[in-house]
Each structure stands twice: as structure tokens, then as C-alpha cells.
């Protein structure tokens, strides 16, 4: 079939298109990908794609143009896929850009000096033939060390298509050295359609085996970022495990350092405590004898009535506090103290009018409910010290409430073998930042407070083998219940001698 042919023309033609076609849209459809070795390759492919336009349309270029420019734009192309490779190992040094051009353009300037001086054509052929074989070698080389280093079967298209161009390239420049020319079907003439048509065919290869290798490696990619992403999220776990113990270990030991501090704490008060009134108890009844010998010297001296009842009523407050130092002795001396019997209902009344005139003086609407008309046992003084508390404290959280609007309940009532009495007022209620302290010795809220009274009402509901809490439900102001039983049990703390 003639060459120009339009069959041929046809041929050659649709055949450049996909010359064209695959390498550049290989090029454009990874633009913004990043992948920088991807694109040389495409753009060394392509350019393979602008000799082969050269070489069909060789005979319309001028003569310097056609043979030394498409053998070193050749070169170049291999040179360009060659770098392209080099860069996806790592460990392999990569031949710096400009070597890749000094060598195209050495080519360039040897075959248009022999091309000039028209000498040794074949041989100016054999050259080219030569040099672009050894660049393919390499190439192979390069490919397969790609292949291992990224475990890629894709490699191995790559490997066969230039192992068959490099082979048809040393065939040829046998054959050429041999026999001073090329066999029709391996030289690339436009009249050599079969070779020409296998060439063609090696663009389909080479991209798609770049394709398979850029499929593959993203995915292994994808696979090792998944595996990191999966170690990391363990990690993190694990580190978030391991704050939860420590911050498990933080709040234990918290625990127990504040424990030991409230232990501390009961342990040098109650010690305080009893120290004083141990050293109180001798003044206070010097104090007493010396009342008395007043009174007796007084009714001898028929001293005037007013001084008569002064002295009664020093010897009465005297006598208060000698019980208050008492009590106090017995609450921390360790000794079991002598326990009085009475109604919880009559002991309520008692503490009420104690406080029967702060009560009208502040006018807090007292609301009774009185329901615990059972006797138990208790320590003198020592419940009614728990309810004065609770009454004063309830009372000093309505300081803040409109006088016409302050309200106290007290209620009390029987539960099995345990009497009960809740305190509730409308007041502000508990502050946030005491709630969890209340109870603790020294948490205190008021300027002028201490901190010991509800620690000390505890203590007594302890000591008596009750509990005093406060009512967690409770939505207006605060409200304390009070638990007592109506006879302790034998193991309660008032019954014991501390060791
Ligand atoms: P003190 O009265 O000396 O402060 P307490 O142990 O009796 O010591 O009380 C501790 C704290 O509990 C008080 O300072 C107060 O903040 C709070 N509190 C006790 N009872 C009430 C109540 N009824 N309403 C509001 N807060 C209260």
C-alpha cells in the first residue's frame, strides 16, 4: 500500500490522536494533585507524542529539524520518564535535572554536525539508536527497582515495553552496523506501517502501566494512612485510659489527704476541747465555792435583798457553765456519758422557748408539727444543742428574706425504733461552694461564723448512733433532717469508752 495512501494517511493520523491524547490527558487529569513524579512522566510520554508528529510529518521539516531534533527530543522524552522514576525511590540519588539536558542537547549538536557534514548517515542513525537503548536499559533498571521498592505489579507493563524497545533498538543498530541498512519492517520509515503501528500500540502500554503503579500506590497510601489513623486512635484511647487512672488516682488520693485532714482536725479539737474544760472545770469551781461563801456571808450580813438575788443568779449562770464544761468533757474525754430520758416532742418545746425571742424579735412564722411523742435516750444538753444550731443557723439564712415573708418549719415524727425532727426554712439555701463542705469543721459562709456548729451536730447525732443530713430533695431554702434512735445501741459511740 502506497504511503500516501488515504488509508494510510488515516491510519497515521487517528493513530497520532491517541499518540496525543493519552499522555495529556494523563497529564491534565492529574493537575493539583500533587504528584509532581506522575506529571514528568506524562510530560515525558507527551513528548514522545511530538516526535512521533515529527517523524509523520518529517518530510515537510527542514532536514536540521526532522533527524538530529526528534533523535534528542527523544532522548529527552526517555531522559524525562527516567527522572520521573528515579524520584519514586528514595534511596536511589536521582541524576539532577540539568544532566538530562546537557546530554539532549549534546546529541542535538553531534548529530546536526554529522547530519551537516553529511557523513556516515547510517552511522549518525546507529548513534541515536544506540544512546536512546542505553537511556531505555537504564529505564528498565529504574522501573524494576520502583517495583520493589513499592511492591507494584504495574512495574512490570512498564519493564516489558522497554525491554521490547530497547531490544528493537539493538536489533536495529546491528542490523545497521552489519548490513549498512534497516530490514522495511523494523525501519521507521512512514512507509514501515507495521512498526509504526507497534509504536503506537507502546503508548497504550507505558501509560497504562504508569496508571496501574499510581492506583496502586495510592492505595497502599491509603492503607498506611489507615493503619496510622487506626494506631493513633488506639494511642489516644490508651492515653485517655491512662488519665483516667491517674486523674482515678488524683481523686483517691485527694480522698483519703482530706480524710486524714478532717481526722486531724476531730482528733485536736476534741482533744482542745477536752483540755480546756479539764483546766476550766478547777477556776469554775473555785469560782462556786466562793459564790457560796458570798451567799453565807450575804444572809449573815443581812445584806439587801438586790444583792441577794445578784449573787443567786451568778451562782446560777456558774452553775450553766460548769454543766456546759461538763458536757463538753464528756462529749470528748472518751468517757460513756449518764444518759436522761424525755420526749423528743417536750424537748422541742424546751429549745423553742429558748428562741422564743429572737423568733418574735425577727418575726419568722414558726410552723409546728409536732408527731414524736415517744421518750428515747440521749446525753444531757446534747440534743437540744443540735436543734438550738439548726434553729440558729435557719434563723441567720433569713436575715436575707423580707421580715414579712421568713418561715421556719419544724416537724417532727416516729419512724421504727427511730425518732425523727426536720429544720426547713425559705433562706437562699446551702451555697454552691459549701455544699459538699457543710458538714466539715470550719466551712463556714458568714463573716462572724466559725465553721464548728454543724461539724459539732453531727457529731452528737454520731455519738448517739443517728445521722444529720441534709435534704438533698429540698428546692426552697435549706432543709436538715435529724435521726436519732430511741435507745442507742449497745456499739454507739456514747455508750463506749473510747480506747
Ligand atoms: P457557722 O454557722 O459558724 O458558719 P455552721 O457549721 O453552723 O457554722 O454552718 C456552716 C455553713 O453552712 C454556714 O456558714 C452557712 O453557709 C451554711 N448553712 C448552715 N445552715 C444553713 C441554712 N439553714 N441556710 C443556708 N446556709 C446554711
Same mark, same amino acid.
Request: proline residues 3%.
Given at each position: 500500500m502506497p504511503h500516501d495512501h488515504p488509508g494510510v494517511q488515516l491510519l497515521l493520523l487517528s493513530g497520532l490522536a491517541i499518540y496525543w491524547l493519552i499522555p495529556l490527558s494523563s497529564w491534565w487529569m492529574l493537575r493539583?494533585?500533587?504528584n509532581r513524579n506522575a506529571r514528568l512522566w506524562f510530560l515525558g510520554t507527551g513528548l514522545y507524542s511530538l516526535v512521533a508528529t515529527m517523524f509523520v510529518f518529517g518530510k515537510w521539516l527542514p532536514p536540521l529539524m526532522a533527524a538530529p531534533l526528534m533523535a534528542s527530543l527523544g532522548l529527552l522524552s526517555v531522559f524525562m520518564m527516567l527522572a520521573s522514576l528515579q524520584r519514586e525511590v528514595p534511596r536511589v540519588k536521582a541524576i539532577p535535572y540539568r544532566g538530562y539536558w546537557a546530554g539532549a542537547v549534546l546529541e542535538y549538536v553531534l548529530m546536526s554536525a554529522l547530519y551537516v557534514g553529511q557523513v556516515a548517515l547510517p552511522h549518525m542513525y546507529a548513534l541515536h539508536l544506540g544512546l536512546i537503548s542505553l537511556a531505555e536499559i537504564a529505564l528498565i533498571v529504574q522501573a524494576n527497582r520502583v517495583r520493589q521498592q513499592h511492591q507494584s505489579q504495574a512495574m512490570w507493563i512498564l519493564i516489558a515495553t522497554f525491554m521490547a524497545f530497547a531490544l528493537t533498538n539493538l536489533v536495529r543498530v546491528m542490523e545497521l552496523l552489519l548490513t549498512g541498512h534497516f530490514s522495511s519492517l523494523l525501519?521507521? +520509515?512512514? +512507509?514501515?506501517n507495521a512498526s509504526l503501528i507497534v509504536n503506537y500500540l507502546s503508548v497504550i502500554f507505558y501509560c497504562y502501566g504508569y496508571w496501574g503503579f499510581v492506583v496502586e500506590k495510592s492505595r497502599r497510601q491509603l492503607v498506611l494512612a489507615t493503619k496510622e489513623t487506626v494506631q493513633a486512635q488506639a494511642n489516644e484511647r490508651l492515653a485517655l485510659h491512662r488519665e483516667e487512672l491517674s486523674q482515678d488516682l488524683l481523686r483517691e488520693r485527694m480522698k483519703w489527704m482530706e480524710q486524714l485532714t478532717a481526722i486531724g482536725k476531730l482528733a485536736q479539737s476534741g482533744a482542745l476541747s477536752a483540755t480546756i474544760a479539764h483546766e476550766v472545770n478547777q477556776p469554775l469551781a473555785a469560782i462556786q465555792l466562793n459564790i457560796e461563801e458570798s451567799q453565807r456571808m450575804a444572809q449573815d450580813s443581812q445584806a439587801p435583798a438586790p444583792m441577794q438575788q445578784l449573787l443567786k443568779r451568778i451562782e446560777h449562770d456558774n452553775q450553766r457553765v460548769a454543766q456546759i464544761v461538763q458536757r463538753v468533757r464528756w462529749m470528748f474525754s472518751g468517757q460513756p456519758s449518764p444518759m436522761q430520758s424525755q420526749i423528743l416532742d417536750d424537748l422541742v418545746q424546751v429549745v423553742l422557748q429558748l428562741h422564743a425571742q429572737r423568733l418574735s424579735r425577727e418575726q419568722v412564722q414558726l410552723h409546728l408539727d409536732l408527731q414524736a411523742k415517744r421518750p428515747f435516750q440521749f446525753a444531757p444538753g446534747e440534743i437540744e444543742h443540735v436543734l438550738m444550731n439548726l434553729l440558729d443557723n435557719a434563723l441567720d439564712a433569713l436575715q436575707s428574706v423580707p421580715s414579712q415573708a421568713r418561715h421556719i418549719t419544724l416537724h417532727t415524727w416516729c419512724e421504727t425504733n427511730t425518732l425523727c425532727l426536720s429544720v426547713a426554712d425559705n433562706?437562699?439555701?446551702?451555697p454552691e461552694a459549701l455544699r459538699d463542705s457543710?458538714?466539715?469543721?470550719?466551712? +463556714?459562709?458568714? *463573716? *462572724?461564723?466559725?465553721?464548728?456548729g454543724l461539724w459539732l451536730a453531727r457529731y452528737i447525732a454520731e455519738r448517739h448512733g443517728g445521722t444529720l443530713t441534709l435534704?438533698?430533695?429540698? +428546692? *426552697?431554702g435549706a432543709r436538715f433532717v435529724l435521726r436519732i434512735p430511741q435507745r442507742p445501741l449497745t456499739d454507739a459511740p456514747i455508750l463506749r469508752t473510747k480506747d
Open positions: 493539583g494533585d500533587g525501519d521507521f +520509515t512512514v +512507509t514501515s433562706g437562699p439555701g446551702i457543710i458538714f466539715e469543721l470550719l466551712g +463556714t459562709s458568714k *463573716t *462572724t461564723g466559725m465553721g464548728v435534704d438533698e430533695h429540698n +428546692t *426552697t
